[in-house]
């Protein structure tokens, strides 16, 4: 851990150091009293957006820095109290809780060099936000020179879906030449670790360690044809549990899009996995390679757009770094024919299974749908009608199920009411007696904005509502949940405001029912310059939520009072 | 489901007769051979049919002096493509492109970050036919906004969509390109709405990096609380987890997401793409096949669909069940099953023979209580029976039937104690 921390001190002192010698003018000798002066410089500076704040004019001096720094911070303070005897249910943490926000923003250029640099961090005591009290939750710099970027600290480079689309926390290099039809290569080293106190080995956020290497190189071969190809290595140490699986894997992938005639476009993906697998502690390794394919084309060309697509993910492909559902094939088609201007038509079927080694354990799922939209219907300017039908069926040796969706949406504008309104029914059926339930729902939202002199009125309501039909259990479970809200605003006085107070009932026949009742209210004041200090936002929140239950010891009732500010802080250097 | 099916049989009739009185040739792409077409265009790199009539470029991540490049190919059959224009003021004003014999061309201009930018582009043939002009527009602004405040934005309506249980609002903050599929996720999420009430979801971001390709990869942490329908019982739980959101039209859309869930939890393993490298004890929400609700710890979560009890059950198998030697057990309705799903042989010492379903070994003294039922790590051809002692571990995968993770106690009379979990 020390020397894990000594390589992100020194990165930060070579690159603060960089920052410093980058940001001197070109007529600047540097040399250590330079570098003193700079420093103070730097202090004094901090006063600069403080005087910029009353629109004086920036000194030829403050023009001639090109390194901008922005400072953000936001904190609050919150008080929550918790009583009844249900309180272990809240999702609220007891007492006084304080949350700060840091983010130092650093960016500059010199000459074709542009450089930047992102640190931040949180600090809490409330362990419903973050375990940690302290955390680093964002660490990078990058250069750019001419056609050669470089990125470090927290780094995402995402070469291709099956490969690598995840964050690492290492270095990357990118060549990008836009002169002309040069390849783009790419190249990375990190860890995958999800947060930079896991590097740290904080006991709180254990994580193995999974590093991670490769390279991509894209090509534009011709005008409509163009591909990338990947070569990715991952490895896992550093065990946390004797059950934790530790992946050795290498995967190689081959994407390309090709653009035949205008209108339709075929792209596809190909990878391959080598992995090698120690289960746990004690198990042996074992290997086994694995391969992903997909494809799709879409034709796009009105009044239609169609998007055909095919995908198998086989159940031994690894893609540790990249995204994929392992085990599945998949076939896709989706046509959206745009009938009028204001009416289109939108059908889509997908089908998928799992368990491709073995198709008797098999799942085939089916999903056809259908809908239209409607706008500017009976002639109304704000009219827009939504209509969907959806079947979801799902075939396995184990059982079959049938679940069928219909919804209806309506929006429109009345004598200055802004309505969204919607209607659905669905019908959930597992054979075997499994489960037949039906679920009417409903729901209304009615709002608007009125303007006068000084003030500004924004009031709301919402009403939704849901009556579930469960045959097999004989069972009726009914929801009902409203809510009026009202939004002040007095842009004079930088003033904004919200008021929103609601109830939620629950009618479960098998279960508890519950009866929550909420209240939220909020008031923000953004002064021009507060303090010197411009865009500020100081804000104070209040919430309340009253959950009874039928059983009364699960009753309890959670209230939340915060104040905050935050603001930003710019200057050169 | 026959009336269902001739439903939407008749609607997608209807929909080809209709499509037939309206444009007889909506299918051919690129239209007739004598016309000028846009092969293709990028502004900036981004490609212009991903745009939509619209594209958005974030300030920030502008080249140097704000340098917009458009590039693109026009061709006809029967001539020559003979200038290019481009107009980035309504049609008031046309500037000239650099044109390539083969209609490649390129156009360069320095943009003012405070203006709008009203694009059309004219390609004109040596017989004077030009291409759709209306058809190439593109609103061109730019936005102060740094990805950070885009991706906050983006995460409130999220979840703001979901708390409300407004579908149609969630969906529309969803890519096309979703990884698992859009109506994949449409159906799970259907699902959760049914399963919870009263969705409260409060979230923290640790960490947002962003690459050129408008992908923005979005780590956090979470607090979220919901009532379920079923039992009227309040869940809470808490972590961190990590999504991908992309760059669609100048509005960021949920990609892809990893375990633990934030959306469509119902259908999780159809959902999650990838897990995020963490061991943790936090509570984490999931939900059953069956509907159940609940939270188990983050490390079983990995293997727990939450539907089916995970307790440890004791059973004693009878060798002489089949014949002589071997038995079969099913685990998922408990009892003994001649095409089940697990035969123990004890013809030369105990043999366990899960024909091709894939098996592992635990540590000897692995505890089955602490041990999730493990979600990967399972050898996919065991190569037929194996030899087991009493005290071992195995895990066997019976893929949609579930998995079993079973420890071999003790011989009594001609039959073995076998304690396990089971899951499907």
Redesign the interface.
Known sequence: MKQKCKIIFAVMIVFSFAVSVFSQDSSSVVNSTTTTNSTNNDLINLTVPLTLATDLTPTQEQSAKTTDVRINFGGQVSYNDITGP?KA???LSQGVRH?ENLGINVRGSKNDL?YQLNVSG?ATNDE???PIFV?L??L?ARFEYKNHFLNTG?????FS?YSL???LKGASYKY?N?SGRYPEISAVFGS????WE?WFRNEK????N?TAYGANVKQEVT??LKFGITALKSDDSQR??????LYNNTLYSLDGEY?P?????ISGEFAMSQTE?E?????TK?S?NGNAFKLEIV??????R??LGYERVN??FE??L????KD?E?A?ARWR?K??PNTT?D??F?W?R??L??TS???NNY????GVNIKRIFDRKYSNL?FN????QKN???NNS????T?L?YRDRFIGLDVDA?AGF?S?NVDKN??E?L?YSG?LSVSTRKSFEKVILKPAL?A?S?Y?DDHINNTT?K?F?YSIGLGVDLPDSKLTSNFKFGQ?V?K?S?????D?LFLNAGIYYRPDVFFGIKDCTLFARAMMND?A??TDT?NFNEKSFSMGISFPLDFKI | ?KK?TF??LF??LA?FA??GQ??AK??????SSDEV????MHIN?TSY?DMNGKAVFFKDSLP?SNEM?ING?ASVKKAKIGAVMVSLDNKETWDKAKLND?G?FEYKFYADTSKTYDFYLKAIDTTGKTNDIE?TYVQITFSSQDVSALVRETLDKLFRAYQ?????SFMSLVS?NF???T??L??AV?RDF?LF??I?I?Y??????????G???V?F?Y???V????????F?D?G?T?L?LKNEDGQLKLF?MKHPLMFGLSDA??IA??V?????DEDTLVVGS??TVKVVPF?ESLNDDGGDSAEIKTITLNFQHLDSFHSTYDF?NEEYDSAGYMVLNVGSGLHLNPA?API?????G?SLSS?PI?S?????DPGGMIGVTLGEVWAID????GKVLLEFKSFVGVGVIIDYKYK?
Do not use: C, H
């Open positions: 249900g249910s809240s999702s949350f542009k949180r419903r936000v973050d955390a939750t964002s990078q927290d780094i995402f480079e995402s879906q689309n995840t964050s990008n836009n995958a670790y999800p947060r896991s956020a254990r994580a193995l999974r005008d409509t946390i549990t004797d059950t934790d699986p653009r005639i205008p209108g339709l476009s697998l289960a746990n502690s004690t198990a074992t086994y034709g796009d060309e009105d009044p239609s169609v998007v159940p031994e893609s540790l990249g995204s994929s559902i599945r998949r896709s024919y009938y009028t038509f059908s889509r997908t998928y799992n368990s080694n073995d354990k098999s799942t999903k056809p749908e259908i939504n039908i959806k079947l979801d396995s040796s184990a049938s679940d069928y969706f919804d949406g919607g669905t959930y499994t489960r339930t679920d729901r919402n939704s849901n579930i479970d929801i949940e939620n629950l479960a098998a279960g508890d029912d519950a929550s959950f239950f039928q699960r | 489901m269902f439903l939407i609607m997608t929909l209709s499509a309206v444009q909506w299918w051919i792409f690129g239209k077409t846009l092969n293709y790199k049919e140097k490049t190919k083969n490649t058809k409300t249980e407004n579908l149609t096309e990884v698992p599929g109506d994949i449409d159906s259907r049914l009430d009263y409260k409060e923290f971001i640790n960490n947002i990096s962003q690459v050129s390709d992908k923005v990869f780590s942490q607090n979220r609380s009532i379920s329908t079923k039992t009227g019982q309040t809470t808490k961190m990590e991908v892809s393993s159809e793409t990838g995020i490298n963490q061991n943790s069956d509907g490390n998922e091709t592992q070994q635990l540590p000897a692995t041990t493990p990967g790590g399972y050898a996919v019976f893929g949609a039937r499907k």
